[in-house]
């Protein structure tokens, strides 16, 4: 069956899941993890390219994206072949790091885009990285403690996600906070990771 093409307009609000081949891990250490973060730093800072959400869990990352002019599909091909590379250095390994496709789903920004930014933020919760949502504001390896101001990314548009609730910066965190909080019974949504959000496809 052929591969659907992409739809990656500049503007797209994109939610990529990247997991590691045969579900094994792929970062192992926190080496791992801030080499991956320096990589995704500047590519998506060359790239111009708007992350509004992100999370790494030890077998599989987490990114919400929204095109800028470059597309999607290049900037994961440089994340992803430039990580891969470097791991496989480090662990004298060969072969494939990731699965064979990345996981690309269109939303629509109106609708979905605050629920994105909450599900992906609480999966190192629901991944039991962390025991509560007071560790879970420690967590350094995902996006929720940048926009409560605890730590700063220059690739991280934090600004956009807390205007949505509220023009005063600590009300809108306050609000974020909130809205965090009443997303952890919500457990795992299907509905947030499948097609039912506008599209999803499978990407090489």
């Not at 996006?143 to 609730?165: A, T």
């Amino acid at each position: 069956m052929p591969r659907q093409s992409r739809i990656d307009a500049p503007g797209a609000l994109n939610h990529i899941i990247v997991r590691g081949i045969n579900r094994k891990k792929i970062f192992n250490d926190d080496a791992d993890r801030y080499n991956f973060l320096s990589r995704l730093d500047k590519i998506l800072t060359d790239a111009n390219t708007a992350c509004f959400a992100w999370a790494l869990v030890p077998n599989h990352f987490h990114l919400l994206l929204r095109t800028g002019l470059v597309p999607i599909s290049t900037i994961m091909r440089r994340l992803l072949t430039g990580y891969a590379m470097s791991y496989n250095r480090r662990y004298r390994r060969h072969g494939h790091l990731f699965q064979n496709r990345y996981k690309s789903i269109l939303c629509q920004e109106n609708l979905y885009l605050l629920e994105l930014v909450r599900y992906i933020h609480l999966n190192p919760l629901r991944a039991k990285l962390v025991k509560d949502l007071k560790a879970l504001e420690k967590y350094p390896f995902s996006g929720h403690r940048v926009i409560l101001g605890k730590r700063k990314n220059s690739w991280q548009d934090v600004g956009y996600v807390l205007k949505l609730f509220g023009s005063n910066q600590s009300t809108a965190r306050r609000g974020y906070r909130q809205f965090v909080e009443k997303g952890v019974p919500l457990g795992k949504r299907p509905d947030l990771v499948g097609g039912g959000l506008l599209l999803s496809l499978f990407v090489k």
